[in-house]
């Protein structure tokens, strides 16, 4: 906590180094995040590319009132979700809808979590984002609700919705 | 561990390990980034670090507790420094206080400095500078805070000549700083009279009944 105190002060007195400190002590943690919102690892060294060099660019505007790990989150979060719309609205091709559920791409997070994988992207992406955020990120439903701009209690029942739908396709997947 | 289970815990471990390439290109973007950026505007202000600090909670906390004791101590110490203005002295009267026939004396006393009660800020301890009974003249020679100038100062005791004072006796010599006068300590004794014990108020009635008020030192039968 009072290192990253430390590095957004610097950082925000414009030094590099603070900035790539930043960078390389997150850097996995959010590829991770964001690749498990998206299902896709590729799109998520994008978000996580384009986040930081946007968070380069607005030194003077960063404002944390909390710790830095949970605003790096939910930016990469909100970027995430950006993503995902702006795919939702662009047509996809047979081939593109075919290759969606390809074994590589589950299993990038290896052999033993590929079940786990598979099952969060079958999830709807808001249960999804409430699930990873919850349990990956640490967050609070009080502060994903805050940053998702809904209720707590919209929070809390996709919560509960995704975690009994993610069981019942972790079932039938291992009965497969 | 089946993931079923403790979806949870399966989630945390959830990792991907950035690529090489990818870690050079997004470090070297961010950089560029940040280069172009302070170029183009102007670094945040040193100011600014005042703004983190005192936006912190223990900074608040702190900060409320120094006004609040500022508030608190100020009108303390402002009573207590009015209280304490009625300037005297007590010690006992070895050699009794000598009478005159009017009814407003002089004294000497051999204070010991022990038993001195020092309620004013302007005279710590006197002493006895004068070998005669008759002449009563007393120094400060030390005092406080300097607000006093550093000059003989006479001490009128006013006593009734029913009721001398004995040699041993607890006597309270209120002093004045100002042209050897009671007058100038009537109302710094009137002001605080509610403090004043048995022996004080005693001569606190004699000051008041206005003997002093013509009276100016030396008295004209002392020598």
């Known amino acids: 906590m009072v290192e990253d105190k430390i590095l957004m002060w610097r950082f925000k007195c414009g030094s590099r180094d603070a900035l790539a400190r930043i960078y390389e002590k997150y850097e996995a943690y959010l590829l991770t995040l964001a690749a498990a919102l998206l299902g896709d690892v590729n799109t998520a060294e994008d978000v996580v590319h384009d986040f930081f060099v946007s968070f380069a660019q607005s030194a003077d505007k960063v404002r944390l ?22 795919r939702q609205q662009q047509p996809i091709g047979l081939e593109q809808a075919q290759n969606s559920k390809k074994p ?21 992406y808001e249960q999804r984002e409430v699930l990873i955020l919850h349990f990956y990120s640490g967050m609070k439903f009080k502060t994903i609700a805050s940053a998702q701009d809904v209720s707590i ?17 972790l079932k039938r997947e291992l009965k497969k | 561990m089946r993931p079923e289970k403790n979806i949870g815990k399966s989630i945390k471990k959830l990792h991907i390990t950035p690529s090489v390439q990818m870690h050079q290109r997004t470090l070297r973007d961010i950089l560029k980034a940040q280069q172009e950026f302070t170029e183009t505007k102007s670094a945040v202000s040193q100011s600014n670090i005042w703004r983190i600090i005192m936006k912190t909670k223990v900074t608040k906390l702190l900060a409320v507790a120094a006004i609040v004791g500022i508030f608190a101590i100020v009108p303390v110490r402002f009573c207590f420094t009015r209280q304490d203005s009625g300037k005297f002295l007590s010690g006992k009267a070895p050699e009794g206080l000598l009478q005159s026939k009017e009814d407003m004396h002089c004294a000497v006393l051999a204070i010991n400095p022990k038993a001195v009660i020092i309620r004013g800020r302007l005279i710590e301890i006197i002493k006895e500078i004068a070998g005669g009974v008759n002449k009563w003249e007393v120094e400060v020679f030390k ?15 006013p006593i009734e000549p029913e009721k001398p004072y004995q040699a041993g006796a607890e006597v309270i010599i209120f002093l004045s700083p100002y042209k050897n006068r ?3 300590t009537k109302s710094i004794i009137s002001g605080s009279s509610k403090t004043l014990d048995s022996s004080e108020k005693y001569i606190l ?6 003997a002093y008020r013509s009276y100016k030192y030396p008295p004209p039968n002392a020598h």
């Open chain 1, 65 to 86: 009132n909390g710790n830095l790990k949970g605003y790096l989150a939910t930016c990469v979060a909100n970027r995430a979700r950006d993503q995902i719309r702006a």
């Open chain 1, 104 to 124: 590589d791409v589950c299993a990038m997070f290896g052999e033993e979590l590929s079940l786990l994988n598979l099952s969060l992207r079958q999830l709807p």
């Open chain 1, 153 to 169: 209690n919209t929070v809390q029942s996709r919560y509960r919705y995704g975690l009994d739908k993610l069981r019942t396709l």
């Open chain 2, 143 to 157: 005092i406080l805070h300097g607000e006093v100038p550093n000059r003989r100062i006479k001490v009128i005791v």
């Open chain 2, 182 to 184: 009671l007058y100038h």
């Open chain 2, 205 to 210: 009635n004699v000051i008041k009944k206005g």
